[in-house]
């Protein structure tokens, strides 16, 4: 077992306009990014879980021309709104760093 | 027509790129220059007060290279979003910049000015006409929210620019813009597949983003032909590879296959990418999906009021253990001294105090998984919104001096809680705005939103209108 952290070169949130947030979990190479694809530890639920969220409310792909796997969710507070902690979306993808992949 | 060859100097129009990197460009050919000089990225303010995201002299610089490169090579030039958000205040901003260049340089040009903010009738109409539809997640709207507007833009698709091209324009400077729409109009107009055409404006839109070895914004460069398109950024450094180029359609859209234009929707689906140089990739296979309805999305900021904020910081360990309590009791606080002071003038729902505890969960808020915080000392951001800067000044007043003494039980006599940095300890933040709408208009046609004015722009930049198109 390791952390999703440790596999991945890039973990990242951002605006997907001021409504919605979205993360990019992104791969070196192919062995690690069919490890963790393949795992079935980072799924749709997953995500929701680590956010509060119905599942059906997370949008989630796998990319295998980037290497990479994303995720959606509705903004908690919308970018800008008097309760927004973070305009650009950059720092929420925390939550996912410590995913345990086997 | 085999090819359409096209240069994006640079992600965002103010951002920057190296010289030498569009002088490369430039001596490929290119048919046209285009810049994305927007985006909802930096906030609601910029649409709400008019101002533009970069500084003036930074957007200057850009435009004055792109400028006098289109001249020199006699190509058009698109920048799309005029300084950031593209309602009137903006556009109006980002020609009198291009005026004062074509002044400065000498150039003599025909300009096409697009206009994409909306009149409050026109959206009230629509609107009416249940021609103003939701998309996900979307807040409330309806006329009240059209009526408190500051400003309410629409996204324009591809074909004001080819509306602009086609009655002779040189260079186009328009208002909010779709940033793919910018460069896949060219390549449309000359009949190139939209698959291809919306995919490589995708990728051109943000400049060099899509290399693997970002150093700064620079410059991106297209061939785009009948049945694939070429990337390859001019700056000898940097590198495009089959992943980085597939990578660069996560990059702040919520679906990395699906990406809805007015016209209809790029599925990337079919993508396939391939390396046919060192730093060159291959795109093919990307396909456009016509839309049953043509739809403009719509963004719009409101006033929400003015706000204040003192920023002070806790470092006795009693305090940011009970933080979470003390906070709760500085509120009830200072609402019941803003009732003693205000009476029945200030009302609970007219202002709004916000405590953000860093060192706890200011950065993540509801979201944040960790529940009991180790730091040793916290920063507070106490915020108070109110109708006028006056009354969020005088409540951030209250706010200071209640959260200064704010007792708790562990010590006896008159304590001071916060450690305030600034003198005065609160700081006028000045109007705040939100975002008002996440919804998409069905107009009868694809300019109706976009009123242009062609203008001839000439050496002593006396510009005079020549002829008012109407929508």
């Known amino acids: ?102 | 027509m085999d090819e359409i060859r096209v240069v994006a100097p640079t992600g965002a129009c103010g951002s920057g790129f190296l010289e030498s990197s569009l002088e490369t460009a430039l001596s490929w050919s290119p048919h046209f220059i285009g810049c994305d000089a927007g985006s909802t990225d930096p906030g609601p303010a910029y649409l709400g007060t008019g101002k533009p995201a970069f500084p003036r002299e930074a957007v200057k610089r850009d435009v004055r290279l792109m400028l006098k490169g289109a001249r020199r090579l006699k190509i058009p030039l698109l920048i799309g979003s005029a300084n950031t958000a593209g309602g009137d205040v903006h556009l109006a901003g980002l020609v009198s910049i291009v005026r004062e260049i074509a002044a400065e340089e000498k150039l003599s040009f025909r300009m096409a000015i697009i206009h994409a903010e909306q009149g409050k009738d026109y959206l009230k109409k629509r609107l009416r006409e249940g021609r103003i539809k939701p998309l996900h997640p979307a807040p409330e709207f309806n006329e009240g929210v059209i009526e408190r507007s500051a400003c309410t833009v629409g996204m324009m698709g591809a074909e004001p620019f080819i509306n602009a091209l086609q009655a002779g324009a040189e260079v186009v400077i328009a208002g909010r813009s779709s940033d793919t729409a910018i460069f896949a109009s060219v390549p449309v107009m000359h009949g190139f597949p939209e698959g291809l055409a919306w995919h490589a404006g995708k990728v051109l839109e943000c400049g060099a983003a899509a290399v693997v070895n970002r150093k700064t914004g620079d410059c991106m460069f297209a061939w785009i032909r009948k049945d694939h398109f070429v990337l390859e950024a001019p700056d000898p450094e940097l590198q495009c590879t089959p992943q980085s180029v597939a990578s660069h359609s996560l990059y702040e859209n919520a679906d990395p296959f699906k990406l809805i234009e007015c016209s209809g929707t790029l599925d990337l689906t079919n993508s396939v990418y391939e390396q046919i140089r060192e730093r060159a990739v291959k795109v093919s296979g990307s396909e456009f999906i016509p839309a049953e309805r043509y739809t403009v999305k719509l963004e719009g900021a409101e006033k929400v009021g003015y706000q204040s904020i003192i920023i002070g910081s806790i470092r006795d360990p009693f305090f940011i253990r009970q933080i979470d309590d003390w906070t709760e009791r500085l509120l009830v606080r200072c609402h019941a001294r803003v009732k003693q002071v205000y009476g029945d003038r200030m009302k609970p729902e007219d202002y709004f105090i916000n405590i953000r505890i860093y060192g706890k969960n200011g950065t993540m808020g509801p979201l944040e998984p960790v529940k009991e915080s180790l730091a040793h000392e916290l920063c507070l951001i106490i915020e108070v919104t109110a109708p006028s800067q006056d009354e969020a000044s005088s409540i951030a007043g209250i706010v200071r001096h209640q959260g200064l003494h704010l007792p708790i039980p562990e010590w006896s006599g008159l304590i001071t809680a916060l450690a305030c940095p600034y003198n005065p300890a609160h700081l006028d933040r000045g109007p705040i705005y939100r975002f008002n709408v996440n919804h998409v208009l069905e107009p009868d046609d694809p300019l109706e939103m976009f009123p242009m004015e062609m203008v001839t722009v000439d050496e002593s930049s006396q510009s005079k209108a020549t002829d008012k198109v109407p929508a």
């Open chain 1, 1 to 102: 077992m390791t952390k999703l952290a440790n596999l991945a070169r890039l973990i990242r949130s951002k605006n997907a306009g001021p409504f919605v947030l979205t993360f990019d979990v992104m791969f070196e190479d192919e062995a690690r990014y069919q490890r963790v694809k393949n795992s079935g530890a980072l799924t749709r639920e997953v995500v929701a879980d680590r956010y509060g969220l119905p599942a059906k409310d997370v949008l989630f792909f796998y990319c295998d021309h980037a290497r990479a796997v994303k995720a959606s969710i509705p903004r908690p507070y919308f970018q800008g709104d008097v309760r927004d902690s973070d305009g650009h979306g950059g720092q929420q993808y925390v939550p996912l760093m410590d995913i345990e992949i086997p």
